[in-house]
Each structure stands twice: as structure tokens, then as C-alpha cells.
């Protein structure tokens, strides 16, 4: 498990939902969301708002797909809620997401959107593998919403929000 201390004391880690296949020529960073895809967006962003989760920063990939994925959570929150874009997210290492969530030390909580395996890896890195394994035994989902809280024995994984 990982060493970053609050704050942030809450993190929210979302994979993009359900990209549609690359078309000839097209490259991987410009797939765009499924049908499906925009609708589980839609469906975990309004979840994610009746569980009264608000992030105080949305920080997501600049693929496309991750772009589409928190354009439905900006649609679902407060107009005050800050919205990052960084480069750096995509085809990113786990020390990369963990990084850029324990330099944001000015939020109480923070939104990373972006992809697996690298998703899934930081959510192991917060919880340790046995959580991981107990909580998702089947991988994190497309447009899956983990909540990971700090408590006085580490990071633990408080709720999974999925469509």
C-alpha cells in the first residue's frame, strides 16, 4: 500500500466508460464512448450525486473517451467543482495517478478519470491487493467509481459505485 497522506482525505478514482473500437487509421487516444458508454457515464455521475460524493477537483485525461467520461460527472455537479485536463494521465504509470493525487494538497477531495490497468493499479497501490481482490474480483468496470477514504489505518475502500 501506498504512503500519501491527506489531503487530499477522500479519492475518487473513475475509468472511463465504454469506448467505442478504433476505426481504421484511428488512433487509440481519439475513441470516442459507446452508446452504452455515455450512458453509464450519465448513470454512475447521477449516482455518484445522490450518494452527495462532490469531489473539490476533477482531474481527467485528456483521451477522449476520459473527456466524455467527466463531461457527464460535470453535467451532475455543482458548477463549482473544478475541472483539470492533463495530458499526463494517459498511457501514465501508477506512481504517475499517485503522484498527481498527493500533490493536490490544497483539496480535501479529488476525482482522477482515467484508464485501466492503470486505474485499478492505484486503487491497489490505496488499498493493498487483498481489498482489491475482496472489493472487485472481476477488475475495475468501465465507468466504475471507487471511493477510497483516509482513515487511522490507511486508505480504505468506502463505497463502488457502478451503472
Known amino acids: 500500500m501506498t504512503s500519501i ?3 487530499p482525505s477522500r479519492i475518487y478514482l473513475l475509468r472511463h466508460a465504454k ?58 455537479m455543482s458548477p ?13 504509470t ?4 499517485l503522484d498527481i493525487i498527493s500533490s493536490q494538497v490544497n483539496e480535501d477531495s479529488v476525482m482522477l478519470v482515467g484508464h485501466n490497468p492503470t486505474i485499478e493499479h492505484a486503487l491497489e497501490a490505496l488499498i493493498g491487493h487483498k481489498a482489491l481482490v475482496s472489493a472487485l474480483p472481476k477488475g ?15 486508505w480504505v475502500l468506502t ?3 457502478t451503472e
Do not use: M, N, W
Request: hydrophobic share 35%; net charge negative.
Open 140 to 154: 475495475f468496470p468501465t465507468a466504475g467509481l471507487a471511493v477510497i477514504d483516509f482513515t487511522p489505518s490507511g
Open 19 to 76: 469506448a467505442q473500437r478504433a476505426t481504421s487509421g484511428q488512433k487509440d487516444f481519439d475513441r470516442a464512448l459507446s452508446d452504452h458508454g455515455y450512458a453509464a457515464a450519465e448513470i454512475v455521475a447521477e449516482k455518484a450525486v445522490d450518494k452527495d460524493y462532490k469531489p473539490d477537483l476533477v482531474i481527467s485525461s485528456t483521451a477522449r473517451r476520459c473527456r466524455q467520461t467527466a463531461d457527464a460527472i460535470r453535467r451532475a
Open 80 to 92: 463549482a467543482t473544478e475541472f483539470r485536463y492533463v495530458d499526463e494521465l494517459y498511457d501514465a
Open 5 to 7: 497522506k491527506p489531503p
Open 94 to 97: 501508477t506512481d504517475t495517478y
Open 159 to 161: 463505497d463502488f459505485v
